[in-house]
């Protein structure tokens, strides 16, 4: 009998929380059939490669997730402002939910394995892309040159990418909560660089 497809979602999500919590060396396949209940034979059936095409595909699976939740704040907040305030709101939350414990499943399997893995690089590079592009699209919509809000949208994930670690380190949401204001105001000096509303 073939392997179900809902066992393929399983495994990724499994895969990208053991990632999150532990990294991707200390997660061996057996922690990952463990957690995502699903059959061995169904591991190697949708990942003949192994470990790293499993890591490939929880890269861009948790790249799709946030993806989509900014593609859902840039509609509902007024402005890309608003949008990265509640959006470090919400990552505050979760970040505080996981007793600290969690990180970005992009950020622990790109550091161990950016180096070797071109499969699990050009993943993460799509994964952030696709952020990049969200934000530039709502920066543009708010009247943003759009080579200055590439910029912007570029150091936006760089900056929270690096809060989530510092949020883990001081077991504190501050320094998202830090980040999050000091990209509202970079967003808003960008839409009214005279300081004041068009």
């Not at 969200?134 to 990418?161: F, I, M, N, Y």
């Not at 809060?163 to 009214?192: K, N, T």
Request: hydrophobic share 50%.
């Amino acid at each position: 009998m073939p392997a179900q497809p809902k066992h393929r979602a399983a495994i990724v999500a499994a895969a990208a929380g053991l990632f999150r919590r532990n990294g991707y060396a200390a997660t061996g396949l057996n922690d990952i059939v463990a957690r995502s209940k699903a059959p061995k034979g169904s591991l190697y059936h949708y990942f003949p490669r192994g470990k790293a095409q499993i890591g490939e595909a929880a890269v861009l699976a948790a790249g799709a997730l946030v993806r989509d939740t900014l593609e859902r704040l840039a509609v509902e907040q007024p402005d890309a402002a608003a949008l990265v305030r509640e959006y470090v709101r919400w990552l505050g939350i979760w970040m505080a939910q996981s007793g600290w414990r969690d990180g970005c499943p992009i950020t622990t399997v790109l550091l161990e394995t950016a180096a070797e893995d071109e499969i699990i690089r050009a993943a993460g590079r799509e994964a952030f892309a696709g952020w990049v592009e969200v934000l530039t699209r709502r920066l543009e919509a708010d009247g943003v040159a759009p080579e200055r809000a590439k910029s912007l949208a570029g150091v936006a994930v760089s900056a929270l990418e690096g809060s989530l670690i510092q949020a883990r380190v001081e077991r504190s949401e501050a320094p998202i909560a830090a980040v999050g204001e000091m990209l509202a105001e970079l967003f808003a000096a960008a839409r009214y660089p005279l300081g004041g509303r068009a």
